[in-house]
């Protein structure tokens, strides 16, 4: 059973950065960042694959950086130039799935850490 902890989150002011992170039990090929706003649904920010290919949602592009330190066994998201839309529970996702089809997709995924907020500020 894969356990994940995420950790970093806080409150920021707009334009500020964060870096989560997210320590695994165990190394697995897929993981990924998701993001829950109040009143929203689930969605993914960014997911990568063992080989080092990425995925980023369109509202994260050029602002957010996935990284896996695979010797630790946990993922990285730096969040630049936050924005108040940015604001949500974020979650740490492993997925034991060995394609990279839907790397954004929640159905991909098995296990789920229990989150840590952000708030941004404007």
């Known amino acids: 059973q894969m356990q994940l902890m995420e950790s970093g989150g806080g409150s920021v002011q707009a334009g500020e950065s964060l870096r989560l992170s997210c320590a695994a039990s165990?190394?697995?090929?897929?993981m990924g960042w998701f993001r829950q706003a109040p009143g929203k649904e689930r969605e993914g920010v960014a997911a990568i694959y063992s080989d080092n290919r990425i995925a980023y949602a369109d509202s994260v592009k050029g602002r957010f950086t996935v990284s896996k330190d695979n010797a630790k066994s946990t993922l990285y998201l730096q969040m630049n130039s936050l924005k108040p839309e940015d604001t949500a529970m974020y979650y740490c996702a492993a997925s034991t799935a060995l394609d990279w089809i839907l790397p954004l997709s929640l159905n991909k995924y098995n296990f789920w850490g229990q989150g840590t907020q952000v708030t941004v500020s404007s």
């Open positions: 165990h190394s697995t090929d897929r």
